[in-house]
Structure formats: C-alpha cells, structure tokens
C-alpha cells in the first residue's frame, strides 16, 4: 500500500484481516466492517443527539444525561471535522 493510498484500500485490508483473523467469510466481513465504520462514523454532533434521544426513550433526564454522553465522548472515537488545507497547514506548523 502506498503511502497515499485512500480509504477504499484501507478497508479492504481490514477486511482481509477480518477474514484471516477470525476466519469469517468474505461476505460476513464486509458487513461487519460496513456497521462498525458506520457506527464510528458518526460525526460528534450525531453521536450526541443519538445518544440522547436513546437515553429519553429509556426514561433518564436531561440531569443525567449530560454528564453520561460527556463521559462517553472522551473515550469514544469521533469523525473529525474536516480541515481546509489551510487548516491543516496551521495544525502542522502553528
């Protein structure tokens, strides 16, 4: 894999992995590494308001909500938001 190469290349080695690693068929890997990147791929913003309306629905207030999804938000991966170059230089060089 070069050092360029984009997403699509990446989750096809994951998936290779999948299969190798637990011996799992082909197709069944492809599902699994579809819902789990889904599942990380949700934005903050998402994640929140998903976590939330969960947390409603059983029952729980707002009170306790908050500081559950604040917990769960530091130990849990996001997607980034997205950096101009610009953005990306100045994270770089300051």
């Known amino acids: 894999m070069s050092?360029?190469?984009?997403?699509?290349?990446?989750?096809d080695e994951l998936i290779r992995h999948v299969v190798t690693s637990t011996g799992l068929a082909p197709e069944t890997a492809v599902r699994?590494?579809?819902d789990v990147l889904?599942?990380?791929g949700e934005t903050t913003e998402q994640f929140v308001r998903r976590r939330?309306?969960?947390l409603h629905r059983r029952g729980h207030g707002n009170a306790a909500?908050?500081?559950?999804?604040?917990?769960?938000?530091?130990?849990?991966?996001?997607?980034a938001a997205r950096?101009?170059?610009?953005?990306?230089?100045r994270v770089v060089y300051g």
């Not at 909500?65 to 997607?79: D, H, K, N, T």
């Open 3 to 11: 050092a360029l190469a984009g997403p699509a290349v990446a989750q």
């Open 32 to 34: 699994l590494v579809a």
């Open 38 to 40: 889904a599942y990380f």
């Open 52 to 54: 939330h309306s969960e």
């Open 65 to 79: 909500i908050w500081p559950v999804i604040a917990g769960e938000l530091a130990e849990r991966r996001v997607v």
């Open 83 to 89: 950096l101009s170059e610009r953005q990306l230089r």
